[in-house]
């Protein structure tokens, strides 16, 4: 009589668990930093999640109205530290907003090399990382030799390999020597061939799609709301993209690109398989940029002649303000400037795509499983040194 | 549209509280009443010239005189931008311990409002009314104070762990050069070989650096005209 009652099965009800609290991080490899997530799970199912973030918290925004505008780039390289040129650059044309000066024509174009560079490498990580998230350790390898090759290319013009402090206000910090650009072209004729290696590897395999397809949907309506830029956005089939929406850099006009939007290929539009191949198309097009922007690099100053005496003497913007929006490889990366004619900024707001790309999470999770929130915390490409600053 | 279109706009919808459009700044703004800034935000969202379907930006200013909210919205399909502050006056004696302004959460309106209304409380301490989950971001939630407030006062102790690097005994193998020194002069019968006087009662553990402006140029006390923040990195 009592085996019968232990074998009983109750029909009223679906089979269900207790309910369990479970920390993903803040150390967890699939985190991609010091992030922790708060779950509440229903067997593997999430009914509930709340992110944690701050561990990486510098106060980068209460240093920067400590330095003076000049002194505060190396600390905008530490933000987003895979993509450090393209945060130069959003903080250098933020400042040169507020001085109202412009960087002269070579200085614009190297600018564009560098931060397209930059983007393919920044690319590369997301690619590799999200690899091993889907439990295929093999294209990291891949990812990160290529990543070698970019690294070494830009440390022959700035002497850094990820910190770069190269682009600055009125223009970049030393000229490219004589064999530069040749080797940039070389190394997008070997990419292209790469690229398509990793299609190989990742893009067609049938286990990571089925991994990716139709999970963490995030339709249009829900990108806009929650501020959601760069690859995110587009990965829900939003064609917005700041080099071509709102030129921040001259020769952005003058090229031609496409800009590669997620068109639900492998089931629903905005789920983590668009927003990978979004990243994917978009290493190529950036291909594409350098190989047009290296035969067109002016000859002249690299750096703003007015600028080089502001480098010697105090550098003090009129009061005022400025906001600067710029297309990082994660999203769109702005900078609040607020001077109130000293040496330093009155506030230096930095609005992370990161942040806010991550912010989405809390509503993406619940109704997932476990392992498809992993997948949902690689999609969205998150920096936390960005996320926390 | 331009500014000038879209402020006009805002002027037509009839509603109450939305000021001048201050086009001496880079990016013109208009300054809006606190109470009126969720009703202005959701035309601006909803309305089909408008269509700011995007808070690109929410931050917090603190200036002499008062702490401005500041809104920075943007439309994808109409290609257009606009800066919407908001002012909390600074009352009569109001500080970083005294004075919390309190504005309306705009949560409701865009979702991406809800981690930028947390920061800015956090960092900032200004209050967001009805935002649905009114805690800090960045910081601990037992953290006291607000870091960007301009009188904020550098804490000396946080969770067990001092944040004066001097109280923090460096490591050295075998006792190292300082213990040996110690040893030999307590040997010559020398009394006392502390270099350094034990802390009297009530002296903070920790004394914030000043603004760098005010410090000298070199170590060697030599200053000049230039502060050494007004310099650049070259």
């Known amino acids: 009589m009592e085996a019968l009652e232990l074998y009983a099965v109750d029909d009223r009800a679906d089979v269900y668990t207790e309910e369990l ?70 903080w250098s044309l933020t400042v040169e907003k507020l001085l109202g000066v412009e960087a002269p024509p070579r200085a614009q174009w190297l600018r564009v090399i560098m931060a397209e560079l930059n983007r393919i490498a920044s690319h590369l990580i997301a690619f590799g990382t999200y690899g091993i998230d889907m439990g295929a350790a093999t294209p990291f390898f891949y990812a990160f030799r290529e990543r070698e090759s970019i690294m070494a290319l830009l440390e022959r013009p700035s002497g850094a390999r990820m910190l770069y402090n190269y682009i600055r206000p009125g223009g970049v910090a030393h000229d490219i020597d004589e064999r530069w650009l040749p080797d940039v072209l070389a190394f997008c004729d070997e990419f292209e061939k790469r690229w398509a290696e990793y299609n190989t590897l990742l893009t067609t395999n049938k286990i990571f799609i089925e991994r990716t397809k ?113 297309e990082n490889p994660r999203g769109e990366l702005g900078f609040y400037v607020v001077s109130a004619g000293g040496a330093s900024p009155i506030r230096c707001r930095a609005r992370g795509p990161s942040f806010c790309n991550l912010s989405v999470l809390d509503a993406l999770l619940p109704g997932c499983m476990i392992a498809d929130g992993v997948a949902i915390i690689g999609s969205l490409d998150i920096v936390l040194g960005e996320v926390d600053r | ?77 109409r290609h257009h931008a606009l800066t919407v502050k908001l002012s909390c006056p600074r009352p009569d004696g109001g500080n970083h311990d005294t004075w ?37 971001i960045l910081l601990p939630e037992e953290w006291i104070g607000h870091p960007l407030r301009k009188d904020y006062v550098y804490p000396t102790w946080h969770d067990g762990i001092p944040l004066e690097l001097d109280a923090i005994p460096l490591y050295e193998p075998g006792g190292g050069q300082a213990a ?38 070199a170590p060697g006390g030599k200053t000049t005209d230039t502060p050494a923040s007004e310099l650049g990195s070259h």
Not at chain 1, 306 to 319: C, G, I, T
Not at chain 2, 107 to 125: F, I, K, M, T
Not at chain 2, 191 to 203: F, M
């Open chain 2, 100 to 136: 919390i302004p309190e504005v309306p959460s705009v949560a409701g309106v865009y979702s991406a409002a809800n981690w930028h209304e947390r920061e800015q409380w956090d960092l900032l301490g200004v209050r967001f009314a009805g935002h649905p989950d009114h805690r800090r």
């Open chain 1, 214 to 326: 139709n999970i963490g949907v995030i339709p249009r309506q829900m990108a806009l709301d929650y501020g959601l830029t760069g690859p995110v956005l587009r990965g829900s089939g939003v064609k917005w993209d700041l080099r071509r929406d709102v030129p921040y850099l001259k020769p952005y006009d003058e090229i031609e690109f496409d800009i590669p939007v997620g068109e639900g290929t492998h089931g629903t539009l905005g789920d983590c398989w668009d927003r990978y191949w979004v990243r994917m198309l978009e290493m190529m097009e950036s291909i594409r940029i350098i190989r047009q922007a290296a035969v067109r690099v002016p000859t002249g100053d690299f750096v703003e002649k007015a600028m080089l005496k502001m480098y010697k003497s105090p550098l003090k913007p009129a009061a005022g303000e400025a906001y600067m929006r710029c």
């Open chain 2, 180 to 217: 040996a020194e110690a040893a030999a002069a307590s040997a010559a019968g020398a009394a006392g070989a502390a270099a350094k006087a034990p802390r009297k009662a009530g002296e903070p553990l920790f004394q914030p650096p000043a603004p760098l402006s005010t410090r000298p140029l």
């Open chain 2, 1 to 77: 549209m331009n500014e000038q279109q879209l402020h006009a706009k805002l002027l037509a919808s009839g509603l109450p509280g939305i000021g001048e459009l201050d086009t001496s700044a880079r990016d013109p703004f208009v300054r809006v009443d606190a109470g009126s800034i969720v009703a202005v935000l959701t035309f601006l969202r909803d309305d089909h010239d408008c269509r700011m379907e995007m808070l690109h930006n929410l931050t917090a200013v603190e200036r002499p005189d008062a702490i401005e909210l500041v809104y920075h919205v943007c439309s994808l399909a």
């Open chain 1, 21 to 90: 609290k479970l920390n993903l991080g803040p150390q967890h490899p699939s985190t991609h930093g010091v992030l922790r997530v708060e779950l509440r799970l229903d067997g593997e199912i999430i009914t509930a999640a709340r992110c944690d973030i701050g561990y990486l918290h510098r106060c980068a925004e209460k240093i920067g109205e400590n330095v003076s505008y000049l002194q505060f780039t190396p600390y905008t390289d530490r933000m987003d530290y895979l993509s450090s040129m393209n945060n130069n650059l959003a």
